[in-house]
């Protein structure tokens, strides 16, 4: 690693531990993250993201995406319903990749058109993971997993290369001269593994996420039979973006 490398390397890691920079606006999400914790009554929960008309629609839009896919035979119709069978976990990390992607929506090139690719590849993701879900569970395997959490986990599956590119996005507006693309370019093919996990950690996210995100890269393994992240290894070797790539044997 060059020594310019190792500087932005640097500073792009402290910009990930900031999560108001990386977030934007968190005037729902903190207090959002607070009621989940404490298990508050539904009523609380709905106050709270009813605040806010537009993540209220997008939580009911993904809420019934997995219908849509044919997991869920009942459509949510209201906040309420859909608050309720998402619950506490999901419910927070469809909240945080809104607000994530909403702050990713005010780059400006190049890296919004890098950014959007990112994203429209992640949406991609999970909609072929549920699918995969779909027709594992067609198939009559005897498995127990949650839609929801397979999307969710889905919307994280790029997490890392999205984090670290925004990163540096927000890096080169302070500075006074510019720094390559390139050299963030080889930040995130030789430091994607622990710029992810790094990230998970710094922004608060859920240890089960960051542990099936790990499960789902081939970085961990497990023998759990009803794992999202075993299904979304599937979709994720399928388009050759797993970061520890499955080897001959276990393909």
Do not use: C
């Amino acid at each position: 690693m060059t020594y310019l490398e190792q500087q932005v390397l640097t500073q792009v890691k402290a910009i990930i531990g900031n999560e108001e920079q990386v977030i934007g606006r968190r005037g729902i999400l903190i207090p959002l993250k607070k009621a989940l914790i404490n298990e508050a009554d539904i009523r609380v929960l709905i106050d709270i993201v009813s605040s806010d008309p537009a993540l209220a629609a997008h939580l009911l839009w993904r809420s019934n995406t997995a219908q849509a896919g044919g997991i869920i035979s009942t459509k949510n119709r209201s906040i309420k319903d859909a608050l309720i069978r998402l619950g506490q976990v999901n419910i927070y990390r469809y909240a945080f990749s809104f607000y994530l992607k909403e702050r990713l929506d005010e780059l400006k090139e190049p890296y919004s058109k890098l950014v959007k690719g990112y994203w429209a590849l992640t949406e991609s993701i999970a909609v072929d993971a549920v699918q995969h879900l779909r027709d594992i569970e067609e198939s009559d395997q005897p498995i127990d997993i949650d839609a929801d959490e397979v999307q969710t986990l889905a919307l994280f599956s790029v997490f890392g290369q999205v984090i670290t590119l925004s990163a540096f996005a927000f890096l080169n507006a302070a500075s006074e001269k510019a720094i390559s693309l390139q050299v963030i370019k080889t930040l995130i093919d030789t430091q994607q593994q622990s710029l992810s996990i790094e990230a998970f950690e710094a922004l608060g996210l859920d240890d089960d996420l960051r542990n099936e995100f790990m499960v789902a890269h081939n970085i961990k393994q497990t023998d759990n039979a009803n794992s999202a992240g075993m299904v979304l290894r599937h979709v994720l070797a399928k388009r050759n973006v797993l970061i520890n790539p499955l080897s001959d044997i276990d393909s």
